[in-house]
């Protein structure tokens, strides 16, 4: 996951042409950047969905991914992660393989999976659990892209660009999980996408949506530290929050408060017109951890709990403060070094 913006001069550079292949365009109509990475080149991209049920405590995340070492040839993999704290832990498959390929409409086909800008079909049938979904997506909203600077997205750095095709979608459909088939009918969530030569040292993505009292309110962050010259950088923030059909862009170069631990989330953002202070709690029994490797070696530890609770006070000028409150309606990531975290690892290895 994501990489943040550091502080970036522009210069003079042979850019690789992996980050000059993505022009960024109105609405989910972002593309695949892994059918044109060099071969010498290291490369990782993720599309992925989450969709939450609007009243109860259950949620899927689907991601559809690639991973290619240096020189090597890329590879693809299906993850899923079904939320139903009220059954269990959640319960996840992933597969991996060589079937890969972009174009023709499609983000990204992987096998018999599929993920466009208006459709996800697909299947991640492993030993643990077998999993298929077919999920149509209705974009409520327009793209909103992490990085502040049109250019970051075509430059050498920062290594990982994020932005959300889809920030605010609507899903409908079903998904079926061993046998058990879950109608998904105007189920909230989004649609993100995120590549890049390595991860961050460590990061987190945050997303809200069904916010009680304000609907049609969307939250999306990410924040990340870097290592520079063998130091990690404090964290960079950069973030949305959409509130009365009006965006403000939060963090960037303003120094962000973060305090990111398994389990929790608390931090401080300002940004244009607005400032936020928020809380992402997700109780360690419904959070999934896999294993992310960067595609020139070494590995992280991902906690994910897609059925979080999440608590904004919003402060907005000339307008009274606020507080946005989404109970099963958020998305908490942890990437970190850290094995010590209590939550098992998914038995898939990555790469």
Known sequence: MPLLAPVIRRTRSSTPALYQATTLRPLAATDAVFPSVPQKAGHYESFYLRAGHPNEPLAVWIRHTVHKPPGAAPRGSVWFTLFDPTSGPPRASKVTGDDL?????????????????????????????????????????????????????????????????????????????DGRAIEVDGWPGMVGHNWGSEHAERWVWLHGVAFADHPDAWFDATFGRIRVGGITVPWIANAGLSLDGERHRLGGLKRARVDARPGSCEFRLAGSGASVRGRVDADLTDTVAWVYADPAGGEHNVLNCSAATLELDVEREGKPPLTLRTRGGASYELGMRERDHGVALQPFPDG
Do not use: N
């Open 101 to 177: 390929s972009a174009g023709d409409g499609c983000l990204i086909r992987i096998g018999d999976s599929r993920f466009d800008s208006r459709r996800a079909v697909g299947a991640a049938l492993s030993d643990p659990l077998s999993a298929a979904w077919s999920l149509e997506i209705e974009e409520l909203e327009a793209p909103f892209e992490h990085l502040p600077r049109r250019w970051m997205y075509t430059a050498r750095l920062p290594r990982t660009k994020t932005l959300s095709p889809c920030p605010s979608a609507r899903f409908s459909g079903q998904v079926t999980v």
